[in-house]
């Protein structure tokens, strides 16, 4: 009984590879002129555009005690 180990599906080759570049992705990172673009991105133009909207429509809109027909723009 002693020997390789026997799993009941056999695994394939590809997402082997992709799990173990996921899970080293940290060793091999880098800082690029795009990795930089992207991660400026995420972390302040997507914020600053969903603020902004926030901001504009604060107050504008009341849910609260609304029936079916009743408008809910409260400007």
Known sequence: MAGLEHYKLAQDPAFVRLSN???N???YFRWT???ARI???YMV???AI???IAYKTDG???FRAKRRGDDI???
């Open 21 to 23: 570049m996921t899970n």
């Open 33 to 35: 002129p795009r990795t």
């Open 45 to 47: 133009v997507v914020p």
């Open 50 to 52: 969903v603020g902004y």
């Open 73 to 75: 723009r409260e400007y």
């Open 60 to 62: 504008k809109y009341d």
């Open 39 to 41: 991660t400026f991105a």
């Open 25 to 27: 992705r940290y060793k």
